[in-house]
């Protein structure tokens, strides 16, 4: 995953892309962003690897958000995640409890990028993740 903060407090999270600089970077790059104390938004793109996360690595991701839990909570306003794809936008939708109660941060799905930075916007202005969902299609 590679971390793009320039344009904070729009928050760019590249699942389909690695940081050259190890995992370590982008963990440090999130932290520093929480440590701001200042809202933000992330914007998901491009899909996970279909590799599967080795225990140790799920193991490091879960201690790293449990520590970082409240702040999360806090300042995450949400993820707006861009799947192109009506099925998979469904699906994520479906899924959207159980990353919001493991996260502690919602996640709304947008059909293409354009969309998900309106959406940020809605968010970074104080519009709630909930009346936004509220409003989206289902697919």
Same mark, same amino acid.
């Given at each position: 995953? /590679?971390?793009?903060?320039?344009?904070?407090?729009?928050?760019?999270?590249? &699942?389909?892309? *690695?940081?050259?600089?190890?995992?370590?970077?982008?963990?440090?790059?999130?932290?520093? /962003? +929480?440590?701001? $104390? *200042?809202?933000?938004?992330?914007? %998901? /793109? %491009?899909?996970?690897?279909?590799?599967?996360?080795?225990?140790?690595?799920? $193991?490091?991701?879960t201690l790293?958000? $449990?520590?970082?839990?409240? =702040?999360?909570? *806090? &300042?995450?306003? @949400?993820?707006?995640?861009?799947?192109?794809?009506? =099925?998979?936008?469904? +699906?994520?939708? *479906?899924?959207?409890?159980?990353?919001? $109660?493991?996260?502690?941060?919602?996640? /709304?799905?947008?059909?293409?990028?354009?969309?998900?930075?309106?959406?940020?916007?809605?968010?970074?202005? %104080?519009?709630?993740? @909930?009346?936004?969902?509220?409003?989206?299609?289902?697919a």
């Open positions: 995953m /590679l971390v793009d903060d320039t344009q904070f407090p729009i928050v760019r999270m590249h &699942y389909n892309r *690695t940081d050259d600089r190890g995992d370590d970077v982008s963990f440090q790059i999130f932290e520093n /962003l +929480l440590e701001r $104390k *200042t809202p933000f938004v992330l914007i %998901g /793109l %491009g899909a996970e690897p279909d590799e599967v996360q080795s225990a140790e690595e799920r $193991k490091r991701v790293w958000m $449990k520590r970082n839990r409240q =702040a999360l909570h *806090t &300042y995450v306003r @949400a993820m707006v995640y861009i799947e192109p794809s009506p =099925a998979k936008r469904f +699906l994520a939708k *479906t899924s959207a409890p159980v990353f919001q $109660k493991f996260w502690g941060y919602p996640i /709304l799905v947008s059909a293409s990028e354009a969309e998900a930075e309106g959406v940020a916007a809605r968010l970074l202005a %104080g519009e709630q993740a @909930a009346q936004i969902e509220a409003e989206q299609p289902d």
